[in-house]
């Protein structure tokens, strides 16, 4: 039996002040696959994966999450099964578990103190949820901000650039992080990045944009080594 994508974009564009910055993708992202878009700076990457969670509203076409037209969703809905992880970890004051339990409490649930600690766990941050958010480094305030929406229980992950203020060190551990998560979950996950390395270190497939257009998409070594 064929599997149905988790997300299926068709014909998706948008066009905002007179510019166009996406036009006509057509593509399935399948369950566990990891997507990375890549393109020279300005060719439409974020403004791609803005819409693939509503963040920006399309000028035409529409993504299918799980076969359903997105459209006809709730939007908080949507952003709870397809999270996202943006370049900066933008974190509230307060604790660390205080942050986890914010996207719960929104839906009216409240997750437990043994919840919290399996979520860091997850994240590599055991012992961290009564720690203040401001006494955090910038790897760490990452994977709380990974742990976050993962307290959602997300279907796919769409990651922003989200290693480009790291250090090296720090850069490749919050990637086998990512990878690990999605690997243990199940998850899908969609990540725009300019660095091609990590491209080929992370993705199952690439997207390259040009001019918000799909230039080529394929596996990285059909992609990136062409």
Not at 20 to 46: F, Q, R, Y
Not at 96 to 105: Q, S, T
Not at 171 to 179: G, P, Q, T, Y
């Amino acid at each position: 039996m064929d599997q149905i994508p988790v997300l299926e974009l068709q014909a998706l564009g948008r066009e905002a002040q007179g510019k166009l910055l996406v036009a006509d993708i057509n593509l399935a992202v399948m369950p566990g696959e990891v997507l990375a878009i890549t393109g020279a700076s300005g060719a439409g990457k974020t403004s791609l994966l803005r819409l693939l969670n509503r963040l920006d509203e399309p000028t035409w076409g529409t993504v299918l999450l799980d076969g359903e037209d997105y459209r006809h969703m709730e939007v908080s809905a949507l952003r709870r099964k397809v999270g996202m992880l943006l370049q900066q970890a933008y974190l509230f004051p307060g604790t660390v578990a205080e942050n986890l339990r914010f996207g719960p409490l929104q839906q009216g649930k409240h997750i437990s103190d043994d919840e919290v600690d399996k979520l860091l766990e997850r994240v590599g941050l055991q012992g961290f949820a009564g720690t203040n958010v401001s006494r955090i480094s910038g790897g760490e305030a990452q994977r709380v901000s990974l742990a976050r929406t993962l307290a959602n229980d997300p279907r796919i992950l769409l990651l922003d650039e989200p290693t480009s203020s790291l250090d090296e060190a720090n850069r490749l551990s919050v990637e086998d992080l990512i990878l690990d998560v999605i690997h243990h979950n199940g998850m899908s996950c969609v990540i725009v990045t300019h660095d091609l390395a990590q491209a080929a270190r992370m993705a199952d497939r690439v997207l390259v944009l040009e001019a918000g257009r799909m230039l080529k998409v394929g596996s990285p070594r059909k992609v990136l080594h062409a």
